[in-house]
């Protein structure tokens, strides 16, 4: 999550913000630029800001994906925002409007500087303040103020889509947990993939998957695991053999059976 949180009362008011938790969100927003993935649409480019990223990174407001969608759909109507879906994608860009924002911001930011920031200008200016501040403010889990840089920083993780951003960042957090970090994109791409499997084919949530792989200290886990079986069959058991072998022997002591009556 976010170490600090800001925004500007003033220039939120000015603009329309409607409470502090829009205006939580259009501030992170007006930084899309720094975390967030860009995708081509109608041949211009926007920002793809993933709802649960969005809740995670500002945990404190206690907001759910379908309030950020309420949010996002508001500040498009106030003009700050230009919003377009690509596919299940919110994607999103500041508007001229939008990025007026930074101006008053920066001035309040810099009160001894003579000339405002706008612009791209500003937002870069901006972007640099946050980087010193607060060194990667996305994908999260900060531990102390001056080692606080993402872990999840050097993976690509554009080409997956929400849930399995969920799923890589959970996985890799643990993995570091246990002291056997995740090195590259492809081992997190195989770890997500294993844990689907299993989540489908067994139907467990991920919380389940991973309190299952935490207990075990395991390192991935697959669909094919014996863990899933409620009571294990003993080697040796009837149980524990296969259905030729069952039917073999039951075939047996039909004939002894047999046998038995006829004498």
């Not at 939120?12 to 939580?24: D, R």
């Not at 919110?90 to 500087?113: A, H, Q, V, W």
């Not at 991935?220 to 009571?231: A, G, L, V, Y």
Request: aromatic content about 8%; proline content about 3%.
């Amino acid at each position: 999550m976010k170490y600090t949180l800001y925004i500007n009362q003033v220039m939120a008011v000015e603009l329309g913000i409607k409470n502090i938790n829009q205006a939580h969100v259009f501030d992170m927003l007006s930084t899309v630029s720094t975390w967030a993935t860009p995708v081509e649409i109608d041949g211009g480019f926007y920002y793809w800001v993933s709802r649960q990223i969005i809740c995670r990174e500002l945990e404190l407001l206690s907001i759910k994906p379908d309030t950020v969608y309420r949010h996002l759909k508001s500040l498009n109507d106030l003009g700050l925002i230009d919003y377009k879906k690509s596919g299940v994608k919110d994607c999103i860009r500041l508007t001229d409007k939008g990025k007026t924002y930074f101006s008053d911001t920066m001035s309040e930011m810099n009160p001894n500087d003579e000339v405002p920031y706008v612009g791209n200008e500003s937002e870069q200016t901006r972007n640099e303040i946050r980087n010193n501040s607060e060194m990667n403010p996305i994908y999260p889990t900060y531990k102390h103020p001056t080692t606080n840089i993402s872990v999840y920083q050097k993976f690509d993780l554009s080409g997956f889509d929400d849930y399995e951003k969920e799923i890589a960042m959970q996985v890799i957090d643990y993995r570091k947990s246990i002291k056997s970090p995740l090195k590259t994109i492809a081992g997190v791409k195989g770890r997500v993939t294993d844990i689907q499997g299993v989540m489908t084919k067994h139907k467990l949530t991920l919380k389940k998957v991973m309190d299952l792989m935490s207990s075990n200290e395991w390192k991935t886990i697959k669909k094919s695991f014996n863990c899933f079986e409620t009571e294990q069959p003993k080697k040796g058991t009837v149980d524990g053999m296969s259905d030729v072998k069952k039917a073999t022997i039951q075939m047996r002591i039909n004939a002894k059976n047999t046998a038995r009556l006829a004498s």
